[in-house]
């Protein structure tokens, strides 16, 4: 369902340009088989930035625990907090004496295809590891971003689920950080991410196409990734990039 908190992210500039335009696909899964078949976060976010939607790629220390690693799949948001104890028996807040808040009830709420996309504390440990991915894939769920670093890497590999974050540290969270909701907007870096949001995320990076803007995104883009195609085949024949670019208008 649409909701006015999506809408919060929609410039009031391209609101009135949405078309009903002929989609590729049926369902997430045909999309998602798209999305990786012919896209790439690049080509998404040319078409984003065309739209207005210029502030849509996660910071640029958030990178695939493998370069090979590509994560498409809707947004689970995590809200995470810091703390400086593992147990806080004078705290007026429940959460403060319960190990990891509400991490373990945010892992068993995963949904088929969802991205477990974790913000909110300091990035000063690591927000993933084996045991949860492992969680994450018995749910069926797409992977892992996190404003943070990952542990586990061995075990993650072999888990074989795509992970993103700042990279290997082993400073666990326990003592650190608690999750204090789930399902609800989070933030990084100035970027707004509710749950049900797209998330792809490459080599490149990771960008978050909101869910009010999917269909429009993702059919221009598909044409322009085919586009694309279509003007290397045109340079390594020989065309000029003026040529290309006056004969195609894509560079």
Not at 81 to 92: G, I, K, N, V, Y
Not at 203 to 228: H, M, N, S, T, Y
Request: proline residues 5%; hydrophobic residues 40%.
């Amino acid at each position: 369902m649409r909701t006015n908190n999506h809408e919060k992210n929609i410039p009031e500039n391209i609101k009135y340009k949405m078309t009903e335009k002929q989609k590729f696909w049926k369902n997430d899964k045909e999309l998602f088989q798209l999305i990786k078949e012919e896209l790439f976060t690049g080509v998404i976010g040319d078409i984003m930035d065309k739209m207005g939607l210029q502030k849509q790629f996660l910071p640029a220390q958030i990178r695939p625990l493998r370069e090979n690693m590509f994560i498409v799949g809707r947004a689970m948001t995590v809200l995470e907090a810091d703390c400086f104890e593992e147990l806080s028996p004078d705290s007026q807040n429940p959460l403060m004496n319960k190990p990891f808040g509400l991490m373990l009830e945010a892992l068993d709420d995963i949904k088929p295809d969802e991205v477990y996309i974790c913000s909110g504390s300091s990035p000063n440990y690591a927000l993933v590891g084996e045991l949860m991915m492992t969680r994450v894939k018995i749910c069926g769920g797409a992977g892992a971003v996190v404003n943070g670093y990952t542990r586990d890497t061995n075990g993650i590999y072999e888990v074989g689920l795509p992970v993103f974050g700042y990279g290997p540290y082993a400073q666990d969270q326990a003592p650190r950080g608690k999750v204090i909701d789930f399902r609800v907007p989070i933030e990084m870096n100035g970027v707004r991410i509710n749950s049900g949001d797209l998330i792809i995320g490459d080599i490149d990076g990771v960008c978050v196409v909101p869910q009010l803007v999917e269909q429009e995104v993702f059919v221009l883009a598909i044409e322009k990734a085919r586009g694309e195609r279509m003007v290397l085949k045109a340079i390594q024949e020989g065309m000029s990039a003026v040529d290309a670019w006056n004969k195609y208008g894509i560079m």
